[in-house]
């Protein structure tokens, strides 16, 4: 899986790309996988104010609905008009041809919040390892189920 | 999380085939292997092989079981042959569904009723309440494993492994015989609109009728599905789904399965309420929607007609097939025709769609 450097990410799963003032937010490679084949993305309007921790969007799956939080407060400046027509792209390049809006970020203090790379590659570690560990207690009990028959 | 989950003996297979497990029901299910919408396509195209052991199996038995089942339930039982299957409701006294199921006539007086697992226990008990004269109800639920191998290829991948003379299986009937040496009932019945086949098998044997399914069915293109493109594939179809379509407060009048309730039938439970709402005529209806603007609606979202509140949408998702935004929704029953502009509330935005004929996808 890939973390690219250089991208600051959130524990709803987007990343952030910032250039000065402005910051481009999508969805990170790891989210895409837990959500499945994307059908259907909501962006928010060139203009519109998006609120750092608030849904500004929502992408969906065959099967479900899931918000997209904004990582940074800012203005819309701009979305990416592939989307709509192709939210499959998300699935193929999410840290690319996939990203989602970009913004003038109000307060760039917003970012202190963001992990780096390393630290978001960690964090999902963290969370695949939690799935894994349950798994193997699941085994272990099926192996004493076994046994006792 | 997943404490006091059930397991089909599968479990393990559906892991290492890297299936996505999802609870469903009480159970731990595989919701999808390589992905929704591939694994929908190659059911519409080739064959998909699922595990629906979830499903509970509940059996009547004994010398009334015919008079039992025709009270209990809203079809004509007695017009079944052996050998052959029925698509049935069980109904309260209010006319409402306590599950929409399977009857397999097994012998004159022997019946298998395939159950939602959602449900399972709850038939279960709602049967035995309603037993009367020589009947035995038993839940043989965990006897039973069931696989449903369906897709326009799937009498092409099942014929080498089986005696049986698929051909002469006509749609909603089944047959006994061995499947790669393994004791089956084998129906062709299925939920995804397509031709194919479910196969009820001791649980015990579950896992190696999987293997040898996948096994010969590889080299037709057949792949694992999970619930995820089980539930898209019958929505196409417009194949209510217990829990969305249906509940006990919907009754079949209402749902568009009129066609299920017999009331040529003397007596059965929720008979008198029925009658009644097919003289007064039904306040809400089932209806198809197909969004004529970007967006999916999902179940719940609120119905309106002119601004009006109209009803709730059951089910919804973009169609695999036809590329389509679709929906299913109870509306109120002037707002049912087709043609009708309907809005659907989408996070606070009004999308415009058109009630539509059913099923939206055909073979």
Same mark, same amino acid.
């Given at each position: ?149 | ?24 029901? #009480? ?36 010398? /009334? ?10 079809? /004509? ?61 038993? /839940? ?6 069931? @696989? ?25 009937? %089944? ?22 086949? =479910?196969?009820?098998?001791?649980? #015990? ?10 096994? %010969? ?29 249906? /509940? ?14 017999? %009331? ?14 097919? =003289? ?12 004529? =603007? ?27 097939? @036809? ?15 087709? #043609? ?24």
């Amino acid at each position: 899986m890939e973390f690219p450097e250089g991208l600051k990410f959130s524990k709803e799963h987007e990343w952030v790309l910032v250039e000065g003032k402005t910051a481009t937010i999508g969805i990170t490679e790891f989210a895409q996988e837990e959500l499945g084949d994307i059908v259907y993305v909501e962006l928010p309007e060139v203009g519109e104010k998006i609120v750092k921790d608030d849904p500004f969007g929502a992408v969906e799956s065959v099967k479900a609905v899931s918000d997209v939080y904004a990582p940074v407060s800012g203005t819309v400046l701009e979305i990416n008009d592939l989307l709509p027509d192709n939210p499959e792209t998300i699935n193929d390049d999410p840290y690319g041809d996939g990203w989602m809006i970009r913004v003038e970020m109000t307060d760039s203090d917003d970012l202190k919040d963001l992990m780096s790379a390393e630290e978001y590659a960690e964090y999902v570690e963290q969370q695949k390892e939690a799935d894994d560990e349950d798994e193997e207690d699941e085994e272990e009990e099926d192996d004493e189920e076994k046994d006792k028959s | 999380m997943t404490q006091g989950l059930k397991r089909t003996p599968l479990y393990a297979a559906h892991r290492r085939a890297g299936a996505k497990v999802v609870e469903f029901a #009480g159970w731990e299910m595989p919701v999808q292997y390589r992905g929704v919408i591939e694994e929908h396509l190659a059911v519409r195209s080739r064959a998909g092989l699922f595990d629906v052991s979830h499903m509970g199996e509940i059996e009547v038995e004994g010398a /009334d079981a015919v008079e039992f089942c025709q009270r209990i339930s809203a079809n /004509d039982v007695a017009r079944m042959k052996v050998s052959q299957a029925q698509y049935n409701l069980l109904l309260n006294d209010r006319g409402g569904v306590v599950d929409d199921v399977i009857f397999y006539r097994l012998e004159p007086n022997h019946f298998l009723i395939c159950v939602n697992a959602a449900n399972s226990d709850k038939d279960f008990r709602w049967i035995r309440e309603h037993a009367e004269g020589k009947v035995e109800v038993a /839940d043989a639920s965990a006897r039973y494993a069931q @696989l449903a191998l369906q897709g326009p290829l799937a009498e092409k991948i099942l014929q080498p492994l089986t005696a049986l003379k698929l051909g002469e299986i006509k749609s909603f009937y %089944f047959g006994f015989g061995d499947v790669a040496s393994i004791r089956c009932l084998v129906a062709r019945t299925g939920y995804t609109g397509e031709d194919g086949f =479910e196969l009820y098998c001791p649980s #015990g044997d579950a896992e190696r009728l999987w293997n040898a399914l996948m096994e %010969f069915g590889a080299a037709e293109g057949l792949v694992p599905v999970g619930l995820g493109a089980r539930d898209t594939l019958r929505l196409e179809k417009a194949y209510p789904l217990y829990g969305h379509e249906l /509940d006990d407060t919907t009754t079949p009048l209402e749902a568009g399965l009129e066609w299920v309730t017999k %009331f040529s039938k003397p007596a059965f439970i929720g008979r008198e309420v029925l009658v009644r709402q097919k =003289e007064e005529g039904v306040k809400r209806r089932l209806v198809g929607l197909e969004l004529r =603007e970007p967006g999916i609606a999902r179940g719940d979202y609120p119905l309106f007609k002119d601004g009006q509140p109209v009803g709730r949408v059951t089910s919804g998702t973009k169609s695999p097939s @036809l590329g389509k935004s679709i929906a299913l929704g109870y509306v109120a029953r002037e707002a049912a025709a087709i #043609g009708n502009a309907i809005d659907v509330e989408i996070r606070g935005r009004k999308v415009r769609a058109e009630v539509v004929p059913l099923p939206f996808y055909r073979r």
